[in-house]
């Protein structure tokens, strides 16, 4: 019964941990700009975080070591300060953007600018990671997530043509703004396979003392989980192009998404939209602040526990308390959320190398994974991961300047 | 007397290898393809997407001001959107460089971004007034502009 039920609650959290800032945004701009054309991309994102949160865990609960603890042990630390500077980098841009969805949520609610409310958002943030657990801290955001749910209903409600929604599954040249078509695929792919989402996954593997006897439920949990996450984010897309497509609105700002559930649910489409934009990317907030600091007190041997008082593990509480106000700066001085997510999530993409492919290696290394290995599948479908991964670092930088304006 | 010094097999005058030359090559090649982007930063795409701009924004504010009237958001939410639109329009009628369209479409194009301009800044006014009915009167003038703004990206050429 308890396993069916950690089934359950990480398949919940999966959904919670897919949906936020970034794949909201480059969802609603990719169905309001190009039809349901770029589906496809959201179900490449989708298969490939599968592959690696269901190998990140795998690792963590065989060797008993997070993913950041196995790069810098197997590869050296000469090795290992590349993706820790990435790492840390790009979690402070994606964290910036996620408290910017929040405060643009609460701006949404309140009317209040959306500069005042990233200092606050920093404090609430701060204060759960000071005071909550890992459990109440992954579990509770993710069950308050579920109002992204109402995403889902709002594109069944409004009738789809369902075989053009299939027809979307399959990449197909766009017809106008290449760039721009190509940049939002990129940004997309970006926001569902952040390397902070795996870092996180596999050091909450070794929070809740995961062991050989979870093997299934990882399968399990990350390929359910994320399955329905990129249901949802396909659902943002799907509502984006009955909404937006055909009063011609491009989506520019967060604002703008105030009005993407109305036409569906009325004013609870504006309260559920407010609700998902805001827990959700508060979740995340909470996610990224600790995982930054998970990757910095893996990297220097610090004690580390989101259980355990901040007192005992002073450093480690230290890093999420200055990554998650550092972060929020850029929001308080009013920088462009939306321009911001959409340049971290194509950031994000460019960098993926430097996790996946040592990744690659290290899931087959017999010291850390012995019988449980990758296998030729398993090889085969990290393998893709990895050449999409080194595609993504090519293009993603000029796709910034050629489309991303 | 000095002498030039000797070339090595496979290398140009300054003294570089081959190699070297075509990676600066390379290198040149890629700031000059990206260099006009990293220096007008994104967004100048000319009138076309000025227009087409324009047009989303002006959408935008008619759909706020429908979802308002039908209660479906907060007059503050309404308001803050309406002063961004209202924001946004002015930046994009500033920057609007009418000449890059064909001379017929100019005028009619210069007409249409700043009746646009001009109802969504009243609008946004009405919104801050909570003054219903200047709402729809400035609404029902959005979208006439919207209209004009949808002919005109009609009858120009996809980039």
């Known amino acids: ?405 | 007397v000095e002498h030039e010094p000797q070339m090595r097999p496979g290398s140009t005058q300054r003294g570089r290898t081959r190699s070297e030359a075509r990676v600066a090559r390379g290198v040149g090649a890629a700031l000059a393809l990206f260099a006009p982007a990293m220096l007008t930063g994104c967004g100048s795409g000319g009138a076309r997407q000025t227009l087409q701009k324009v047009a989303s924004w002006t959408a935008t504010a008619r759909m706020a001001a429908d979802e308002l009237e039908a209660r479906h958001t907060t007059p503050r939410y309404t308001g803050k959107t309406l002063a961004v639109a209202s924001d946004q329009v002015a930046s994009q009628a500033r920057s609007f460089a009418p000449n890059d369209l064909p001379g017929a479409l100019r005028a009619p194009a210069v007409g249409a971004v700043t009746a646009a301009r001009q109802a969504i800044r009243d609008m946004s006014r009405a919104a801050e007034r909570r003054d219903g009915a200047a709402l729809a009167r400035a609404a029902a003038r959005a979208d006439s502009a919207d209209r004009a703004l949808d002919a005109l990206l009609a009858a120009l050429p996809e980039r």
């Not at chain 1, 996620?98 to 949520?105: L, N, Y």
């Not at chain 1, 939002?184 to 593997?205: E, K, N």
């Not at chain 1, 604002?255 to 827990?279: C, D, K, M, S, Y």
Request: hydrophobic share 55%.
């Open chain 1, 1 to 405: 019964m308890s396993k069916i039920l950690e089934i359950a609650l990480g398949m919940v959290t999966g959904i919670g941990g897919f949906l936020e800032a970034g794949s909201i945004a480059t969802a609603a701009q990719a169905g309001a700009d190009f039809g349901y054309q770029l589906i496809w991309a959201i179900g490449v994102g989708t298969l490939a975080l599968i592959i690696l949160l269901e190998m990140s865990g795998r690792l963590a609960l065989v060797s008993h070591r997070t993913l950041a603890d196995a790069i810098r042990e197997r590869f050296g630390v000469g090795y290992f300060i590349v993706p820790l500077v990435v790492g840390l980098v790009l979690s402070l841009l994606v964290l910036s953007a996620e408290i910017g969805g929040v405060a643009f949520a609460l701006q949404m609610a309140t009317g209040v600018s959306f500069q005042w409310w990233a200092l606050p958002v920093a404090l609430v943030g701060w204060l759960l990671l000071w005071k909550g657990t890992f459990g109440a801290i992954e579990k509770g955001t993710a069950f308050l997530g579920l109002v992204a749910v109402s995403i889902a209903v709002a594109a069944l409600r409004l009738h789809p043509d369902w075989t053009r929604v299939g027809a979307g599954l399959l990449p197909t040249q766009p017809t106008h703004e290449r760039a721009r078509y190509w940049f939002l695929a990129v940004s997309i792919v970006g926001a569902s396979i952040s390397p902070y989402l795996y870092y996180f996954y596999s050091a909450g593997a070794i929070e809740d003392h995961w062991d050989l006897s979870y093997l299934g439920i990882n399968r399990i949990v990350a390929a359910l989980g994320n399955l329905f996450g990129g249901v949802l984010a396909a659902a943002v897309l799907v509502v984006a192009v009955l909404v937006f497509g055909p009063r011609g609105i491009h989506v520019e700002r967060f604002e703008q998404l105030g009005l993407l559930l109305t036409p569906a649910l009325g004013r609870w489409g504006f309260v559920f939209l407010v609700a998902t934009l805001g827990i959700n990317c508060f979740s995340a907030t909470v996610e990224i602040a600790l995982s930054a600091a998970y990757l910095l007190a893996q990297s220097f041997g610090w004690e580390w526990a989101e259980d355990a008082r901040p007192s005992e593990h002073a450093r480690f509480s230290l890093a999420y308390t200055v990554a998650i106000f550092l972060a929020a700066v850029p929001i308080a001085l009013g920088v462009d959320a939306l321009k911001l997510t959409n340049v971290s999530m194509a950031l994000t993409a460019a960098s993926l190398p430097v996790t996946v492919l040592p990744l690659l290696v290290l899931m087959n290394d017999r010291y850390y994974l012995h019988k449980h290995r990758n296998g030729w599948a398993g090889n085969l479908a990290l393998g893709a991961v990895a050449v999409l991964s080194v595609v993504l670092l090519v293009v993603a930088i000029p796709l910034q300047f050629l489309g991303g304006g």
